[in-house]
């Protein structure tokens, strides 16, 4: 169905899966790298879109080119906290009431900033944006409300940035599995010391990087360690592999959310010989998902941009998901490198999948229902109640449907 665009933005949204350096402004990408001196391979904005940041890539490696350029303006707190605060107000611009921004903090840490230091940064930009904005709210309009979601990542050189080769440095012995899984283990120790310890709103920890060849076994330790912190879990999987990514994610990381899960449903991408019967597997593993609500954050505009083989909207696993009563919620991923907006994704699943006016509440109420909300439970389902009876008033306004029994 056809939801009017003044409609889709004006309901309340969430963006539970978007990474802080994928969502760069692009005016502020380019201002940062002019003040730092920092080499870009053109200072237009129309430029930077021909050349990096394309509206379509031919594959992940092309897609991940530009991260390299927005890594580098992020290397001091100033810096983090003006597009911490800027992603914030572009969300809150279209109608985004409660978002989760993630970001690995090892990628911005230097001599001059230390892990708190990058965290700090990033959490101020959001609340600096939170409190403008709540203070004029109108009647009966949720809060703006966000948590911060720390990556560790699952592959990384010493060129990813100035911790990462100081963690090869001081550690020549060690192996390239060994060295991400101490690099993993230190990100987790600071995520839970700086949720208890400060004020902060970190409210998960994320695995990301490319899965093939580096599994989540190496990560078990830290995500029993955040696990028993009681910090939230989630885990890209099922991006770039298929369903023994996502298998892992749950049984070995404790995953409450998957990030992804484009492979779901693939079981000629199963590879263990130890299973043989890879379609009960499959049937098994999305029914498991499904009575545990564990959701599937969905980026549909990333995952046509990074799969030569999907064709279409059309071809995405969405429609199974959605058919198998998953929850899902509509995420952008990254905000820059993908030209998308919470309300592009949302307009891109209505119009290509039967997506009812009933079923479009639920699915974006799950975002709110199943975010890993940094306050109490109580507050978390006062806040989701607010949040229904805006959507409510929002769907009344736009006489959403009524339009659909009309026609």
């Known amino acids: 169905m056809d939801y009017p665009v003044e409609f ?4 309340p949204k969430t963006d539970l899966h978007v990474h802080l350096d994928g969502s760069l402004r692009l005016s502020t990408l380019i201002e940062l790298a002019k003040e730092r001196k920092i080499t870009l391979p053109s200072y237009t904005e129309e430029g930077l879109t021909d050349l990096v940041f394309k509206r379509n890539y031919k594959d992940l490696d092309e897609y991940l080119t530009g991260f390299a350029l927005t890594t580098r303006v992020m290397q001091d707190a100033e810096s983090l906290e003006r597009i911490g605060y800027e992603l914030a107000m572009d969300n809150i611009a279209e109608g985004v009431r409660y978002i989760e921004v993630r970001y690995a903090p090892q990628l911005h840490m230097n ?15 959001m609340r600096r944006a939170r409190e403008e904005t709540n203070k004029k709210l109108s009647d009966g309009e949720p809060p703006f409300e966000y948590g911060l979601i720390l990556c560790a990542m699952r592959f990384f050189t010493d060129s990813f940035s100035d911790y990462y080769a100081d963690l ?16 993993s283990l230190d990100l987790a120790r600071a995520a839970a010391e700086l949720r208890h310890s400060t004020d902060m709103q970190i409210v998960a920890f994320d695995l990301a990087g490319s ?9 078990e330790e830290s995500y029993s360690l955040v696990h028993k912190n009681f910090l939230k879990k989630t885990v890209h999987a099922g991006e770039a592999y298929g369903p ?29 010989p130890d299973i043989k019967n890879k379609n009960a597997y499959v049937e098994d593993l999305v029914n498991y ?33 959605l058919a198998h009563n998953l929850s899902v919620t509509f995420c952008t991923d990254n905000r820059l490198v993908s030209h998308t907006t919470v309300t592009d ?32 439970y109580p507050e978390k389902r006062r806040y989701v109640r607010k949040v229904i009876d805006y959507y409510d008033m929002i769907e009344q306004k736009y006489r959403i449907r009524e339009s659909v029994q009309s026609h």
């Not at 090869?168 to 690099?183: C, G, K, T, V």
């Open 8 to 11: 889709l933005r004006a309901i």
């Open 111 to 125: 001599a001059n900033m230390g892990m708190e230091a990058v965290v700090r940064a990033v959490d101020s930009g």
């Open 168 to 183: 090869y440095r001081l550690h020549p012995f060690s192996n390239e599995q060994d060295i991400i899984r101490l690099a």
């Open 211 to 219: 899965e093939f060849g580096y599994p989540a076994s190496a990560h």
């Open 244 to 272: 023994e990514s996502i298998f892992q994610a749950i049984t070995k990381l404790h995953a409450e959310r998957i990030g992804h899960g484009l492979h779901i449903f693939d079981a000629e991408m199963i590879y263990s």
């Open 289 to 321: 998902i499904a009575d545990q609500r564990i959701t599937v954050e969905v980026c549909l505009t990333s995952n046509l941009q990074t799969s030569p083989n999907m064709k279409s909207v059309k071809d995405h696993s969405l429609g199974k998901m």
């Open 345 to 376: 994704e949302i307009a891109l699943a209505a119009n290509n999948f039967a997506i009812s006016p009933k079923q479009l509440k639920d699915l974006i109420i799950y975002g709110f229902k199943r975010s890993f909300f940094y306050r109490s």
